[in-house]
Each structure stands twice: as C-alpha cells, then as structure tokens.
C-alpha cells in the first residue's frame, strides 16, 4: 500500500545549532504535504505545509522543502531551542474525488542537547 | 471556540467489552477522521467522514465502527475490544476548500487500554 517513510527515526541536536528531518512518500498524486510536531501526550501540532506545485515553503525558523522528483520532503529548523524537542511526522494528503485523506509517516524523534 | 474536543481523555476496557469514543469540533468542520497510534507508530487512519451521514473506512478500521449522525460529531465504537486495540485515538477534523491553511485540527486524544 502507498506509505510515508521517514529516514531517521532519531535525531540528536545542539542547541543553537541547524536541524533537518528527512521523509520520503511513495505516492506521486499526493497535493499537500504537513509536517507536525507531536510532544509526549498531546496531539500532533501543525508546524508547516506545502502544496505539491512549490519546492520550498518557509515559515517562523522552519522551512520546508519538496522534491517531486525523489518524493523527498525535508523540515529544516533553524536555530534550534530545548522547545523543539519533539517526535516529527510528516504527512501527506491525498484527494480522491473529494476524500482527502491523510497519511502519516512513522516519525523522527528530535533530541536538542543544551 | 473549543476546536476538537475528544471524551473520553482515558479509558480501561475488558476484553469482549463495548464502549464509543465521542468526536465533537466546532468549526463547522465537513470532514471528520478517527486514527490509532500504536507506541513508535504514526498515525494510522481508521474511518472518516467526508458529510454528515457518511463514513468510510481508513487503513485499518477492523474491530470499529462509526457514525455521523450530526455534523458536528464522530462517533467511534468498539463492539467487542481486544487487547490489539490498545492504543491512543486522535480525532481529527478538516476544512474543505484548497485554499484552507492548517487544514487538519486534532484533538487531545484518548488512551484506551483494554486487558
């Protein structure tokens, strides 16, 4: 079935410094792509989305990247703090005809070292 | 405005046990979504709605049924849980319309136990 991989199911980073969360998806009629933060025992939290006709996307210190021709998205933080801690999905909608679905991938977990 | 509201918050079940998680948002919301995480897991979709009136099934919706009676809830059951069914349930509810940011509202979710 179409599934949504991560690369690295962990990820350790100092604080201050750059971090970046790979994912692949195998579906190539996805249109819109999210990145979410989940913390321990919360829901998943909205960070950033992309819609499949743009490559690059960049909000408050995060920016993502979409590379159509790999099914390549990645989630740039910039200047990392202990709040970004978290694990990371990646997700990717489907429309069918007006059922939009959501699929997630399995998840990084991001560690920031102060 | 309460946005996805998920009851209960946390929940033991017996085996061979029934009970219904209830789904509510406020944002006039079309779709509705029930998913399972499983420890280490992603999301995984079980049932959804795309109106009031309509369900279909996700990725995984054996063991579950649902219902949308009125717009504004999704109600998910458990005829007869497992212990397979453990898990915690998020609920989710979405805009129409491409031009909709932050699509995707979740609810806290609900930790269900069943031994």
């Known amino acids: 079935g179409e599934s949504v991989g991560l690369h690295l199911p962990t990820l350790s980073v100092q604080e201050g410094d750059n971090s970046i969360i790979n994912c692949a998806y195998s579906?190539?009629?996805?249109?819109?792509f999210i990145w979410y933060k989940q913390e321990s025992g919360k829901g998943p939290q909205f960070i950033i989305d992309i819609r499949s006709n743009m490559d690059k996307r960049q909000g408050q210190r995060v920016t993502v990247l979409l590379n159509k021709t790999v099914k390549h998205l990645s989630l740039q933080i910039a200047a990392t703090q202990p709040g970004d801690s978290a694990v990371y999905f990646c997700?990717?909608?489907?429309?069918?005809?007006?059922?939009?679905?959501?699929?997630f991938g399995t998840g990084t977990r991001l560690t920031i070292i102060p | 405005n309460a946005g996805v509201t998920q009851t209960p918050k946390f929940r033991v079940l017996k085996t061979g046990q029934s009970m219904t998680l209830l789904c509510a948002q406020d944002m006039n919301h079309e779709y509705m979504y029930w998913y399972r995480q499983d420890p280490g897991m992603g999301l995984r979709l079980i049932h959804y709605s795309v109106g009031e009136g309509t369900t279909a099934k996700g990725e995984v919706p054996d063991g579950y049924n649902v219902s949308r009676l009125k717009k504004q809830n999704f109600l998910l059951g458990l005829e007869s849980a497992a212990p397979s069914q453990t898990s915690v349930y998020f609920c989710?509810?979405?805009?129409?319309?491409?031009?909709?940011?932050?699509?995707?509202?979740f609810g806290s979710g609900t930790r269900l136990t069943v031994v």
């Open positions: 997700a990717e909608n489907f429309d069918n005809f007006g059922n939009e679905k959501l699929t």
């Open positions: 989710a509810s979405k805009e129409t319309g491409r031009e909709a940011n932050y699509g995707y509202t």
């Open positions: 579906n190539s009629a996805s249109d819109y």
